[in-house]
């Protein structure tokens, strides 16, 4: 049955109905993860999820995820013992624990999830689902046919050989140029090993892609929230429920 929403919240006992509208024109209350700022709002509590700060009115914390473009400079961790910035800064608005899927490095820039779906994570990051991420690096060093072929078939690195990947050279310069590099592993620097092992000095280091999501429409420094779809497609892609 539709109800409008501040006697929704004020029967599930958040607050008042006063309190309650407060509440909504806060920004603070959504339904299916949008914010709904409006009074008077109608529907059926059985067929949506409303949450107040992230929280859902049953109790459990509604799940989000948010693509960032990460800039050169912060940190993925939670904590920096050098006081950089972290990702987390870029979500002081957003009153729920994220986490990021995965690290990129301080100095590498570009795309991030950070949800709070602790299942999800693991299943992008699990090995076996190869999930692919592609990035951009900038080099110096001679990029030629053979260390391209090297790349794809698998490098031997300190850790092992790596899995077979695609590399494309999508620009030579007299002392350099770029690589795309997709790759499914997820070892620590890894990129900028490979590219180490063929002699080539990674000076820019950028991800444009990660599980078929890219950074179009996102600025970097900025983030979007990702769609029910592109959550569908991500679950497909870690071997999930949808
Ligand atoms: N490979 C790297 O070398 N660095 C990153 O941040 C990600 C992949």
Redesign the pocket.
């Known amino acids: 049955m539709e109800e409008r929403l501040q006697k929704i919240l004020s029967h599930a006992g958040i607050a008042s109905r006063r309190k309650a509208e407060e509440l909504i024109l806060a920004g603070r209350v959504t339904v299916d993860g949008a914010v709904v700022q409006e009074l008077g709002v109608k529907l059926d509590p059985a067929c949506h999820t409303i949450a107040v700060d992230g929280r859902s009115l049953s109790g459990a914390e509604e799940h989000r995820t948010f693509l960032l473009n990460k800039p050169r400079g912060c940190v993925s961790t939670a904590h920096d013992d050098r006081g950089r910035r972290t990702v987390l800064d870029f979500f002081r608005d957003i009153p729920l624990r994220l986490y990021p899927v995965g ?3 301080a100095d ?1 820039e570009g795309l991030l999830l950070l949800t709070n779906d602790g299942a999800l994570t693991q299943g992008l990051l699990h090995p076996r689902f190869e999930v692919d ?1 592609t ?1 951009w690096a900038k080099v110096t060093g001679e990029l030629t046919e053979e260390k391209r072929r090297y790349l794809e078939e698998g490098v031997l690195l300190e850790d092992g050989r790596t899995a077979p990947a695609r590399a494309r050279i999508l620009e030579r310069t007299p002392r350099g140029g770029l690589v795309e590099l997709t790759i499914h592993e997820g070892r620590n ?5 490979m590219l180490a092992a063929v002699g080539c000095h ?1 000076t820019r ?1 950028e ?1 444009i892609a990660f599980a078929g999501l890219t950074l179009a429409g996102v600025d970097r420094g900025t983030y979007r929230e990702l769609t029910a779809e592109e959550l569908v497609g991500l679950w497909r892609i870690a071997g999930g429920k949808a």
């Open positions: 690290r990129l490095d590498t991420k990035y620097r890894q990129v900028r090993r990674v280091l991800r």
